[in-house]
């Protein structure tokens, strides 16, 4: 029987090196993936955080950045801030994400006709739901 150069060599070392490449891949990826999967059950974990007002046609804008650090998702999350005088309401926004990923942010924004920035504005999460 005749063998070829390739038999009688055995495997090249680009292909051994190539293959162990590989391995180690895809080792990483299944490690990955069972850490994912152990830590997404953490409840979702919701912050809120706003950013500067903004003048707009028909009053002020204030983006808000929502954070879900927890490793579940949740939908229906309500926002809610309020523009406040000495302790006392001035004006109400709400607004609500449809949905917010495990270990995500979204942003929205907030509308007042009320400014502000010459008052007290706090801000916060209202609740959420399991999707």
Do not use: C
């Amino acid at each position: 029987m005749v063998t070829s150069a390739r038999d009688r060599s055995g495997t090249p070392a680009l292909e051994w090196i190539a293959s162990g490449l590989g391995a180690a891949f895809a080792v990483v990826i299944l490690l990955y993936l069972v850490w994912d999967g152990v830590t997404a059950s953490t409840p979702a974990a919701i912050t809120v955080e706003a950013g500067g007002a903004e003048p707009v046609e028909d009053g002020f804008r204030v983006p808000v950045k929502v954070r879900n650090r927890g490793g579940e998702a949740a939908s229906q999350v309500g926002i809610v801030g309020r523009i406040l005088d000495r302790g006392r309401e001035v004006q109400s926004s709400e607004t609500t994400f449809d949905f917010v990923p495990g270990k995500s942010e979204r942003d929205g924004a907030l509308l007042f006709s009320v400014d502000p920035r010459r008052n007290t504005l706090e801000i916060r999460a209202t609740g959420h739901q399991k999707p």
